[in-house]
């Protein structure tokens, strides 16, 4: 019983399964339907965490959403932030390289006019003035980051060729645009395939270096 309170009360609290994971607020559960959504996350992330634990007997069909829905799952959505984020981090990285300070000057026209749009809309926020180059790469989406760092893919100490880096990020970006629309996988062949490809460009950018070389 410890065991089973211990790990329901880290799932409350988990970024992917929790009370207020992605864009869910606990506090908005106000009817049966929503309430229901809750409670299914909660399970589908316990038997992921423990599936010798939480048997198919506890709580009977539940739980195995992340299975049979063709929904993107909000733990789906986090790892693209987070491979977003990366790849930001490791565009910066490559253009220093090629000069200090503006760096944004080393990007040709096109990502320099994204940049220029988002600035923009912005300036009715904030003072865009004391922006860092760094903040500026938040307004170029993913598909306009990944091409930049392909472009200086020799900069890199990947650990897979660059035509299949190239092949597998096309399924992570089909995800994306699922995300952006919003749409649920088209199929449950395509889900797989393009969770699989987000899986091995996650791990190939883990393990990304820059060049000692350059």
């Given at each position: 019983?410890?065991?089973?309170?211990?790990?329901?009360?880290?799932?409350?609290?988990?970024?992917?399964?929790?009370?207020?994971?992605?864009?869910?607020?606990?506090?908005?559960?106000?009817?049966?339907?929503?309430?229901?959504?809750?409670?299914?996350?909660?399970?589908?992330?316990?038997?992921?965490?423990?599936?010798?634990?939480?048997?198919?007997?506890?709580?009977?069909?539940?739980?195995?959403?992340?299975?049979?829905?063709?929904?993107?799952?909000?733990?789906?959505?986090?790892?693209?932030?987070?491979?977003?984020?990366?790849?930001?981090?490791?565009?910066?990285?490559?253009?220093?390289?090629?000069?200090?300070?503006?760096?944004?000057?080393?990007?040709?026209?096109?990502?320099?006019?994204?940049?220029?749009?988002?600035?923009?809309?912005?300036?009715?926020?904030?003072d865009i003035?004391?922006?860092?180059?760094?903040?500026?790469?938040?307004?170029?989406?993913?598909?306009?980051?990944?091409?930049?760092?392909?472009?200086?893919?020799?900069?890199?100490?990947f650990?897979?060729?660059?035509?299949?880096?190239?092949?597998r990020?096309?399924?992570?970006?089909?995800i994306?645009?699922a995300?952006?629309?919003?749409?649920?996988?088209?199929?449950?062949?395509?889900?797989?395939?393009?969770?699989?490809?987000?899986?091995?460009?996650?791990?190939?950018?883990?393990?990304?270096?820059?060049?000692?070389?350059?």
């Open positions: 019983m410890y065991k089973f309170g211990t790990e329901i009360s880290e799932m409350i609290v988990s970024k992917d399964y929790g009370f207020f994971a992605g864009e869910k607020d606990i506090r908005k559960a106000g009817n049966q339907s929503i309430r229901r959504d809750f409670y299914s996350d909660i399970i589908v992330g316990l038997r992921e965490a423990s599936p010798t634990f939480f048997s198919p007997e506890f709580a009977p069909g539940i739980g195995f959403e992340d299975y049979t829905s063709l929904k993107i799952s909000s733990k789906t959505k986090r790892r693209l932030e987070e491979l977003e984020f990366q790849l930001r981090a490791a565009c910066i990285a490559a253009l220093e390289l090629e000069g200090p300070k503006v760096i944004t000057k080393y990007l040709n026209s096109k990502y320099q006019n994204a940049i220029e749009i988002g600035l923009e809309q912005e300036k009715n926020w904030s003035t004391i922006f860092t180059e760094e903040k500026k790469f938040e307004y170029l989406t993913l598909s306009q980051l990944f091409e930049i760092m392909i472009k200086r893919f020799d900069k890199f100490d650990t897979v060729k660059k035509s299949f880096m190239v092949d990020f096309k399924d992570v970006q089909l994306r645009n995300i952006a629309h919003p749409r649920d996988f088209p199929s449950y062949n395509a889900k797989k395939a393009w969770l699989v490809s987000l899986d091995q460009v996650t791990e190939w950018f883990k393990l990304m270096t820059i060049k000692e070389d350059f």
